[in-house]
């Protein structure tokens, strides 16, 4: 990660976009803006981010088709929405956003939430074992410190970053209960103020991407109490 951090801004409102742009460049961080999916492809394509500030209501490709895609690539994003109830959270959340920030809302929560993510982001390192390790599990190969993941078919499988924290911590206690606070600890690391829900909707895709025709689901959901990877894990 670069320091100081790299942001990008995507507001179809100039006024916003500018004022967002300047409030976080007043804290240290080099920002970029993008009016819309074109030109923030474009961007990405020149210098990598740290996080995406990314507008929900854009013209052209909508926030959540751009979430899904920057999800897939493992980017971080901080989704904007003036649809601020807990469903649109939650929809938001689902399609792979690590945090959700209503409009309007104050500048100062915006770096607050951003400066979470990057804690969050550079906290996982610590616990990411030797590049040599690979976890092997109901025909699965898993390398965490590589991020790479490799479904029994042999092929590829993306996951974001806390994706890959969330499985890390379950194939490293396979058969142990995690109650949901210990897995907000073991992927969003010491001081992170994840939303209501943000474990159970992490989880919820961790298992759709983990989801094999013919296969049982690996991880098990134990009502009021957390969730256990059911699978055998081998280590080597």
């Known amino acids: 990660m670069t320091d100081p951090s790299e942001i990008l801004v995507v507001d179809d409102d100039a006024s916003i976009r500018e004022a967002?742009?300047?409030?976080l460049s007043q804290h240290g961080y080099c920002v970029r803006g993008a009016r819309d999916a074109v030109e923030m492809?474009?961007?990405?394509?020149?210098?990598?981010?740290?996080?995406?500030?990314?507008?929900?209501?854009?013209?052209g490709e909508d926030g959540f088709s751009i979430c899904r895609r920057l999800s897939a690539a493992g980017q971080s994003v901080l989704m904007l929405s003036a649809l601020g109830t807990s469903m649109d959270r939650v929809?938001?959340?689902?399609?792979?956003?690590?945090d959700y920030l209503a409009k309007p809302f104050e500048?100062?929560?915006?770096?607050?939430?951003?400066?979470?993510?990057?804690?969050?982001?550079?906290?996982?390192p610590t616990a990411t074992p030797p590049p040599s390790a690979t976890f092997t599990f109901a025909g699965w190969r898993f390398q965490p410190a590589e991020r790479l993941l490799?479904?029994?078919?042999?092929?590829?499988?993306?996951?974001?970053?806390?994706?890959?924290?969330?499985?890390?911590a379950f194939v490293e206690r396979s058969g142990r209960?995690?109650?949901?606070?210990?897995?907000?600890?073991?992927?969003?690391?010491?001081?992170?103020?994840?939303?209501?829900?943000?474990?159970?909707?992490?989880?919820?895709?961790?298992?759709?991407?983990?989801?094999?025709?013919?296969?049982?689901e690996l991880i098990d959901t134990v009502r009021g109490e957390g969730y256990r990877f059911n699978a055998q894990v081998q280590r080597s």
């Open 177 to 216: 209960l995690l109650s949901r606070e210990t897995l907000m600890l073991l992927i969003h690391g010491p001081g992170a103020e994840p939303f209501d829900r943000s474990i159970d909707l992490l989880i919820s895709r961790l298992r759709r991407k983990l989801a094999c025709p013919g296969q049982a």
């Open 20 to 23: 967002l742009c300047e409030y």
């Open 41 to 59: 492809d474009r961007l990405l394509t020149q210098r990598a981010v740290d996080v995406v500030v990314l507008d929900l209501m854009l013209p």
């Open 91 to 98: 929809v938001g959340l689902e399609t792979g956003a690590d």
């Open 107 to 124: 500048p100062r929560e915006l770096l607050a939430r951003i400066r979470a993510l990057r804690r969050r982001r550079a906290a996982a």
């Open 150 to 168: 490799w479904n029994p078919n042999h092929a590829a499988v993306a996951l974001t970053p806390l994706e890959y924290a969330a499985l890390q």
